[in-house]
T-cell receptor, first 113, second 113 residues
């Protein structure tokens, strides 16, 4: 039962433009969301998080938007850089569920120079 | 501050064998969780330990087990290996707080022949 879905397996964007990665979830009890980036042969690295009490969180070039009514979140990267090319995972949890996270299947971002 | 350390990084086993993977969390992190990553499936939650107690378990068969020691180091074991167990096994540590990110190790790549 895939409670977190990333329906786009891949995305290609030109350097300098905006990258938008999408994530949908089915469990309305999720209240904490994370985005991770993963390079080959490395573990995932944390990018940005958002709590359900907010609808937007920014950190430098990365912004996460949360639409609770649509059970949808998105990650915006502006401007995109070739070094951003990686697989991006979104993850969700219930705050009281002892660190159990549900991950999407990932979106492979390719930023072309 | 040292990151999450996983050993071994790569291993090859044959069907029917068993394997033990080790994880040393970030100093001070008492929560350790394990995830399985396979192509197209994202990260699937295996289990989470806190203070030597398993607090959460994912939907994996009983062949997958784990434990945590008093120093927070954790091991996971897979018995009677099957071809489908070939995957990247990721360990993540976290503080006890309900929010905050998971810190991942680089993973143990298991190949079952």
């Amino acid at each position: 039962d895939q409670q977190v879905k990333q329906n786009s397996p891949s995305l290609s964007v030109q350097e300098g433009r905006i990258s938008i990665l999408n994530c949908d979830y089915t469990n309305s009890m999720f209240d904490y969301f994370l985005w991770y980036k993963k390079y080959p042969a490395e573990g995932p690295t944390f990018l940005i998080s958002i709590s359900s009490i907010k609808d937007k969180n920014e950190d430098g070039r990365f912004t996460v938007f949360l639409n609770k009514s649509a059970k949808h979140l998105s990650l915006h990267i502006v401007p995109s850089q070739p070094g951003d090319s990686a697989v991006y995972f979104c993850a969700a949890s219930r705050g009281n569920n002892f660190n159990k996270f549900y991950f999407g299947s990932g979106t492979k971002l390719n930023v072309k120079p | 501050k040292a990151g999450v350390t996983q050993t071994p990084r790569y291993l090859i086993k044959t069907r029917g064998q068993q394997v033990t993977l080790s994880c040393s969390p970030i100093s001070g992190h008492r929560s350790v969780s394990w995830y399985q990553q396979t192509p197209g499936q994202g990260l699937q939650f295996l289990f989470e330990y806190f203070s030597e107690t398993q607090r959460n378990k994912g939907n994996f068969p009983g062949r997958f087990s784990g434990r945590q020691f008093s120093n927070s180091r954790s091991e996971m074991n897979v018995s009677t290996l099957e071809l489908g167990d070939s995957a990247l096994y990721l360990c993540a540590s976290k503080t006890y707080q309900p929010t905050g990110e998971l810190f991942f190790g680089e993973g143990s790549r298991l190949t079952v022949l």
